[in-house]
T-cell receptor, first 119, second 115 residues
């Protein structure tokens, strides 16, 4: 039973290039969360998506960053015109449809992260 | 406001010492989950424990133990007889049941266990 798969694991880009990070959720999971971890910092929420919908993008920078989770295929986090400050680890997590049974939501399962280095 | 505070930025101990990592959280939700994760130098997140807000029993797993105190909004993590392999960054996280169920992470505590 494969876990959350992220690729590439490591990505190097020059300033001004585009970075695309992919996340394949666990089988049967239709909810995806993206987090960013800047060097020596904690994980910060970026965006929450369901299939074909962005539900919460309150943590996403307004410019250059976008995310999608199409009906078929992985979720993509896209960073246009990368800058050095975008260098970070980007983690994806997936969950089943959150349930309100007993008031407890679904657990998030994290991928191993994609490490972006901007030269 | 939903928030997790890990006041200890870095802790160094000598092997075989016990060490406690502190975690204090804030939430207005009455139901929520709390987590601890380990992030070794290789960078992945290793799940350690998930605890729901109705279960205040302390938990022990080998050399690891967790003390959940709702009255003080704390969920502390103790490693007994620490080992060099325990050296890592440890994150505490909160999952509220309101909103989008996203995890809110603390800033982490870097633990260095010296031989």
């Amino acid at each position: 039973n494969a876990g959350v798969m992220q690729n590439p694991r490591h990505l190097v880009r020059r300033r001004g290039q585009e970075a695309r990070l992919r996340c394949s959720p666990m089988k049967g999971h239709s909810h995806v969360y993206w987090y960013r971890q800047l060097p020596e910092e904690g994980l910060k929420f970026m965006v929450y998506l369901q299939k074909e919908n962005i539900i919460d993008e309150s943590g996403m920078p307004k410019e250059r960053f976008s995310a999608e989770f199409p009906k078929e295929g992985p979720s993509i986090l896209r960073i246009q015109q990368v800058v050095r400050g975008d260098s970070a680890a980007y983690f994806c997590a997936s969950s089943l449809v959150p349930t309100r049974t007993g008031g407890f939501p679904g657990e998030l399962f994290f991928g191993e992260g994609s490490r972006l280095t901007v030269l | 406001a939903q928030k997790v505070t890990q006041a200890q930025t870095e802790i160094s101990v000598v092997e075989k010492e016990d060490v406690t990592l502190d975690c204090v959280y804030e939430t207005r939700d009455t139901t929520y989950y709390l987590f601890w994760y380990k992030q070794p130098p290789s960078g992945e997140l290793v799940f350690l424990i998930r605890r729901n807000s109705f279960d205040e029993q302390n938990e022990i797993s080998g050399r690891y133990s967790w003390n959940f105190q709702k009255s003080t909004s704390s969920f502390n993590f103790t490693i007994t007889a620490s080992q060099v392999v325990d050296s890592a960054v440890y994150f505490c996280a909160l999952q509220p049941t309101s909103g989008t169920y996203k995890y809110i992470f603390g800033t982490g505590t870097r633990l260095k266990v010296l031989a």
